[in-house]
């Protein structure tokens, strides 16, 4: 069932990736002015001839028809070709690569930071409800959804490495400089996965099932664990992969604050050079990697609760 149930959801990512690899195409072809002369815009005047800006263009293959590019450009993407960088002159899929390391590190600092501090201040609130406790812990989760990344990037630059000097600023200098950009990610998530816990706790808590457990005389620790944890976290799994899938490919301002060679970064660099390829590339990877991390949130909530794709195969 589940096998099935896998198969009908990886038939119906297809028309989803076609219709992303439309839409970043478009997006890139419909804006103003030619790429070719945006491209060549620092360049000296002297250099910047009809028949440079012909063998760009030649070379990118804009002399083309618009779906005769559109072929192109997804014939290449599904063998990992995704263009050559005019800037870097190297792979768009190298660059990528290169930078997907320190991307992926720094999503995982920030859903480690998320659902430790998410699950923990959700399970107090839940379990505390109407007391100073739950009340302190949604009025900081709600702070923590509504903070811009930026300044909490900023704040935590501020206190932590110019004021304490316990981290450094920017850069990639091993686990320490992870800390404060996994924080700054981390915190906004860990608002939306506390409220999320402690209002799904909160309804398991009050269910007929945690009644017959208490009335058949389990200890407490053990109704929480085996009934009340068990059936709250199912939903709590996909806003944490929702989360993660957020972290992955949009890490863009984090990066850039902290100066760490990563995705965002890389994809704010190749948009400041107007490097046409390398932007498409980077764009279309990330927004792949988020549907392809729901995908997997999917089928981990299907394989959790039966019901999901027993459902879906009863209508």
């Known amino acids: 069932m589940l096998l099935r149930y896998i198969a009908r959801r990886l038939a119906q990512l297809a028309p989803v990736l076609f219709l992303i690899s439309i839409i970043v195409f478009s997006i890139l072809h419909a804006l103003p002015g030619d790429p070719v002369q945006l ?30 590019q559109y072929f192109r450009f997804i014939g290449g993407a599904v063998t990992g070709d995704l263009g050559t960088s005019v800037r870097l002159r190297q792979p ?7 930078r997907l390391g320190s991307t992926l590190l720094l999503s995982l ?18 379990l505390r409800q109407g ?5 302190a812990s949604m009025v900081l989760a709600n702070i923590g959804v509504s903070v811009p990344l930026f300044w909490l990037g900023l704040v935590l630059i501020l206190v932590f490495s110019f004021e304490l000097g316990w981290f450094p600023p920017a850069g990639q200098q091993g686990l320490r400089s992870l800390v404060l950009p996994s924080l700054t990610l981390g915190l906004v998530s860990a608002g ?4 999320l816990t402690r209002s799904s706790l909160a309804q398991v808590l009050v269910e007929d099932y ?3 457990a208490r009335a058949k005389g389990l200890p407490e620790h053990l109704i929480y664990i085996r009934h009340a944890l068990r059936n709250a976290l199912v939903p709590v799994l996909t806003i944490v992969g929702l989360q993660f899938g957020a972290m992955l490919s949009g890490a863009v301002v984090t990066e850039t604050v902290f100066s760490r060679p990563g995705l965002g970064r890389l994809v704010v660099q190749a948009i400041l050079w107007q490097d046409y390829p390398l932007v498409q590339g980077i764009v279309l990877f990330m927004a792949t990697s988020y ?7 999917d089928v981990s909530y299907a394989w959790l609760d039966p019901r999901i794709r027993d459902g879906e195969r009863a209508a």
């Open 109 to 126: 600092g920030g859903i480690l930071v998320a659902v430790l501090l998410g699950l923990a201040t959700g399970i107090v609130a839940a």
């Open 131 to 135: 007391s100073w406790v739950d009340t």
């Open 210 to 212: 945690m009644r017959t």
């Open 39 to 68: 491209m060549l815009a620092g360049a000296e005047s002297g250099s910047v001839t009809p028949e440079r800006q012909a063998e760009l263009r030649q070379m990118m293959g804009l002399d083309d028809p618009l779906y005769v």
């Open 92 to 98: 768009v899929s190298t660059l990528i690569l290169d």
């Open 291 to 297: 549907v392809f991390v729901n995908l997997v949130v």
């Open 192 to 195: 939306v996965i506390s409220r």
